[in-house]
């Protein structure tokens, strides 16, 4: 364990005899004289000798012991608190920033993890902090082509009990997305072979339109019987036309013209007239057409009529991607992978993870656990982009409960007393045999152009921890000119606030796109 991880415990075991030394003596104020001076006939040390005055004095060293163990500490965070209220917090700004060998400000060294990246859109910049490791995590890949179009991806993955589930989340997720998202976009939505007539000719199966006081009734002929007959002759006619099997495509067209018979179009007509929007991702259409199969022709032989459909429930004939649907399936499935990853390695780590999707004008936020995406307009607003997993929020209480589990409040909220979030990849421990916990995302569509986007933030919990929505738009909104968008001065800002987690952010400068 490192002098900064010892440190920290060091700190948070004062904080906890303090809190329970001040409660004790808010109790015993009264009685306090009492016990400790000296009655009449008694010395200082026979009084001491005695059980309460014995304990309450132990309990005193026991606490002073912390105090001079921790001293450094104590003195650092109350010289951060001070350097922050002096307004000499931003990056660059003068001050005093150590006293001897004491660091007043900043914990951080040559051995701190921190990584700054400025390329394109997105600058980012993340820090170890006051942790022990540094278990965040970040992944960039900015115009790759997909297929018709190019897209850009961004995430922020905040590691908990260890790096691996972090780094495996950050090697695979995007991957198998973008492999994914290329496969749907180089192969069309629906493909048709043509129908194959064997042993004669194949009666053209149709649909007579029956108008009665009830309504429009549908039958279909060429199965088992004549359709009724008609009251006058020539609707006798028609009719008998109709029963015929054309000879020829032209005079099937007239057969069935003018007769009330619905012709169903065939593949030529079906191209020409695609699917409505409507039926985006179900192709209702094409299956209502495809169920209505000819049952009878000259031989007894059926016509053989095949359609291939390539995944149209993640993507529309216009090549519209169901991005819910596709980033939710990959997610849960990377999710499946690390966990078994996990088991083999008796790896107990979880990562929480932000991610943001460019597809054009198209901005799509995937959420898992505590990270947050917020967005800052060019009218001044603030506008929440994704929602924490808590696990004392109403929907995660309840799922927790229905798995079996519980939660407890030690300083926060956790499941089962351990996680301070209620969604998460890996921690199997968690999942396994009940589902405590689970990676299901929450996913969210925004238009860039119509919410007017100026800039994006993605960032772990260590810089909400301190920072509000607003307060860190508004921050950004005076940093964005410097190279990273204002991303290490975030960072900075979060930890001289007093953050005491690892903190990672990333902000995409959405104006530099010129939507």
């Known amino acids: 364990m490192d002098d900064d991880m010892e440190d920290e415990i060091i700190y948070e075991l004062f904080t906890a005899h303090a809190h329970i030394i001040w409660r004790y003596l808010g109790v015993t104020t009264a009685g306090l004289a009492e016990m400790i001076i000296p009655g009449p006939g008694e010395t200082f040390k026979t009084k001491l000798l005695q059980p309460w005055p014995f304990m309450f004095f132990m309990f005193l060293i026991l606490v002073a012991s912390v105090v001079l163990q921790s001293s450094s500490n104590i003195v650092r965070r109350f010289m951060v608190k001070a350097h922050y209220a002096l307004g000499l917090d931003n990056v660059g700004s003068g001050g005093f920033k150590s006293l001897g060998d004491l660091n007043l400000v900043t914990t951080l060294g040559n051995d701190n993890v921190s990584w700054d990246f400025h390329e394109g859109i997105a600058g980012i910049y993340g820090m170890q902090g006051r942790r022990g490791n540094m278990e965040d995590r970040y992944r960039v890949i900015q115009d790759v082509d997909v297929g018709d179009k190019k897209m850009s991806f961004f995430g922020v993955f905040d590691g908990h009990g260890g790096q691996y589930t972090a780094e495996f989340v950050k090697d695979h ?41 009830n309504g429009i009734k549908k039958e279909l002929i060429g199965k088992s019987g004549e359709p009724e007959k008609s009251s006058t002759k020539d609707e006798e006619a028609d009719s008998n036309k109709s029963s015929q099997v054309p000879s020829t495509p032209k005079e099937e067209d007239e057969a069935l013209s003018g007769s009330g018979v ?8 079906a191209d020409v007239s695609p699917m409505k929007k409507d039926d985006s991702y179900c192709s209702v259409g094409l299956k209502k057409r495809n169920s209505i199969v000819n049952n009878g022709n000259s031989n007894g ?25 596709l980033l939710t399936d990959q997610i849960i499935a990377i999710d499946n992978q690390v966990v078994e990853e996990c088991k083999i390695r008796t790896d107990m780590s979880g990562t929480t993870a932000v991610i943001a999707v460019l597809d054009g004008e198209l901005l799509i936020i995937g959420n898992v656990g505590d ?17 924490d997993h808590k696990p004392n929020q109403l929907k995660e209480r309840r799922r927790i409960k229905e798995a079996g589990g519980f939660i407890t409040f030690t300083g926060v909220w956790r499941v089962a007393g351990i996680l301070a979030t209620s969604r998460a990849f890996g921690d199997f421990p968690l999942k396994e045999p009940r589902k405590l916990v689970t990676a299901e995302p929450d996913v969210l569509t925004f238009s860039l152009r119509d919410h007017k986007a100026h800039f994006v933030i993605l960032a772990t919990d260590g810089l909400w921890d301190v920072l509000t929505n607003e307060e860190a738009v508004a921050y950004v909104r005076e940093h964005i000119h410097e190279p990273d968008y204002g991303a290490k001065s975030l960072v900075l800002h979060a930890y001289y606030r007093g953050s005491q987690d690892n903190i990672t952010v990333a902000i995409l400068n959405i104006e530099k796109l010129g939507l």
Not at 178 to 196: A, H, W
Not at 262 to 269: F, G, R, Y
Not at 371 to 387: E, H, N, Q, W, Y
């Open 173 to 213: 997720l995007f991957n198998n997305v973008i492999e994914k998202i290329k496969q749907l976009r180089t192969q069309e939505p629906c493909e048709k072979t043509k129908s194959s007539k064997t042993n004669g000719t194949a009666r053209k199966t149709s649909l007579v339109s029956d108008k009665s006081t």
């Open 262 to 269: 619905e012709n169903i179009p065939s593949e030529t007509d």
């Open 301 to 325: 032989n059926k016509e053989k009529k095949e359609e291939t459909c390539v995944d149209d429930t993640y993507i529309d004939i216009n090549k519209n991607v169901n991005y819910t649907k």
């Open 371 to 387: 990270s947050r995406a917020v967005m800052g307009d060019t009218k001044g607003s603030t506008i929440p982009l994704s929602f």
